[in-house]
């Protein structure tokens, strides 16, 4: 099942299933197609769904209106590793609150203005901004290795991030 919206969405793996509009924002649910995972720890597939919880994340504006993507988070059960693996996507950063291209789009804004202009106009708060410019100035110049990456660049990026978008 497709919807016409999901060429608009232009979000690989999902389809769009509804969409309201609550005070001023939009909100999009989506269902994810794939019915099966490949377990990151064994490579082997698992359909065993073990439960579904939706978060919202924020993405790209459209029509001059917030866009909220109300998104499932299924974790899966991989029956070789009697591990329980949450299902990435593509579009989504582990453990975030933004789309990818939502965060990329922040991070332009700040270059050309700054954090407390684009903060107010996002309605977000400043350490969001702020949080958002430390991630991708880490994935650009770590080339991989996030973990040691975050260890040795994280204060560092921060000031420097911070220097550059308070002038
Ligand atoms: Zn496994």
């Known amino acids: 099942m497709s919807s016409p919206l999901d060429s608009l969405l232009n979000l690989s793996g999902v389809t769009v299933e509804g969409h309201s509009q609550v005070e001023g924002y939009i909100c999009i649910q989506l269902k994810i197609l794939a019915h099966e995972i490949v377990c990151p720890h064994c490579s082997k597939p698992t359909q065993e769904l073990h439960q579904v919880r939706s978060i919202l994340v924020r993405d790209l504006p459209t029509f001059g209106q917030p866009v909220y993507l109300r998104v499932p988070r299924r974790q899966f059960y991989c029956r070789n590793c009697q591990k329980y ?39 977000l708060t400043a350490d969001e901004v702020e949080g958002i410019g430390d991630k991708l100035r880490l994935y650009a110049s770590c080339q991989g290795d996030l973990r040691r990456c975050l260890k040795e660049k994280l204060v560092r990026t921060s000031l420097l991030f911070r220097k550059r978008c308070d002038n």
């Open 85 to 123: 693996v949450t299902q990435q996507l593509d579009f989504l950063s582990r453990r975030r609150r933004y789309t990818q291209r939502y965060e990329s789009y922040i991070y332009q804004r700040v270059l050309m203005s700054n954090i407390t202009q684009v903060s107010r106009e996002e309605d």
